[in-house]
C-alpha cells in the first residue's frame, strides 16, 4: 500500500476541485502546474485546512478524511509538516525557538537544535528572522516542520520567496534534503525548473484536476497537457 493515498473532491468558492494522488515512502511528489491550478487549493485539502466534500486521505494506511463515514481528523493531529509559500516564521522568536515552536517543552530545545545542525543551520540558533537570508529563514521553517517526525511533508511553492540567485542554491539544497528523508513529502509549484529538480515523481494539476502523473521522464515524454509541454521543451536537465 502507497504510504499516501489521496481521492478528494469540492469546491473552494466557485472553484472545483478533484485530486487524487498516490506516493509511496520516501519519496518527493510533484504537484505542478501553470497558476490558478488549483495546487495550493489542493495541498490546504490534505492538510486539513479545507475539507473536501468528498472522498477519501490516508496517511500510512491510516485514514484522516473519509467522508462516507464523517471522518476528519484535525490538522494538528494528522502528523503533516507544512512549509507554506511565506515561511511564518515568528519574528519574535529566534531560529532555535521558531524551530521549536509547538514542541513539548521538556525536549523543545535539544530537537529543535538537533533539526536545525541537521539542515546545517545550528549556528543561526540565536538570530531572529529578520536577520537571516531567505535562504536561511527556508531552512528553519523546514527544521520547524521536521521537528516533530511528521509522517509526510507537504512544501507550498517553497521557492518563491527568494531571488534567483539564491533560488537556485536552496533548489539544489532542497532537492538532495527531500530525497535523504524517509518520510514522503509533496511540493507544490508552478516553476518549470523546480518542477523538474525537487521531485522523484511529477503530477500535473490544471483547472483543479489532476490530469496526468507518473515517473518525471514519462511525463514529459508524454506531454499529455499544455504545462506538461512547456515542461518538457524548458530544455533544462533533469537533475539539480
Do not use: C, W
Not at 93 to 107: I, V
Not at 137 to 143: E, G, I, P, S, T
Not at 162 to 187: G, K, M, N, Y
Request: no cysteine; proline share 7%; hydrophobic share 45%.
Amino acid at each position: 500500500m502507497s504510504a499516501v493515498e489521496v481521492d478528494i473532491a469540492g469546491r473552494a468558492g466557485d472553484f472545483e476541485y478533484r485530486v487524487k494522488l498516490h506516493l509511496d515512502a520516501p519519496g518527493a511528489l510533484v504537484l505542478a502546474g501553470p497558476n490558478g491550478a488549483g495546487k495550493s487549493t489542493a495541498l490546504k485539502a490534505i492538510l486539513g485546512a479545507l475539507r473536501p466534500e468528498r472522498g477519501r486521505t490516508s496517511i500510512g494506511g491510516a485514514p484522516v478524511f473519509d467522508s462516507a463515514s464523517s471522518l476528519d481528523v484535525p490538522m494538528e493531529l494528522r502528523g503533516i509538516g507544512y512549509v507554506p509559500q511565506a515561511y511564518a516564521l515568528f519574528p519574535h522568536l529566534t531560529a532555535l525557538e521558531n524551530a521549536g515552536f509547538g514542541l513539548p517543552r521538556r525536549d523543545r530545545a535539544r530537537r529543535a537544535l538537533l533539526m536545525l545542525e541537521r539542515l546545517g543551520v545550528a549556528e543561526l540558533k540565536d538570530r531572529l528572522p529578520g536577520s537571516l537570508s531567505g535562504g536561511e529563514r527556508q531552512r528553519v521553517a523546514l527544521a520547524r516542520a521536521l521537528a516533530p517526525e511528521p509522517r509526510l511533508l507537504l512544501l507550498d511553492e517553497p521557492l518563491a520567496a527568494l531571488d534567483v540567485t539564491t533560488r537556485r542554491q536552496v533548489r539544489a539544497f532542497l532537492a538532495e534534503r527531500l530525497r535523504s528523508l524517509e518520510i514522503p513529502s509533496i511540493v507544490v509549484t508552478h516553476d518549470l525548473d523546480d518542477a523538474r529538480t525537487l521531485g522523484d515523481r511529477i503530477a500535473i494539476l490544471e483547472r483543479g484536476s489532476v490530469v496526468d502523473s507518473g515517473d518525471l521522464a514519462s511525463v514529459l515524454q508524454r506531454r499529455a497537457t499544455p504545462f506538461a509541454a512547456e515542461l518538457a521543451s524548458a530544455g533544462h536537465p533533469l537533475q539539480p
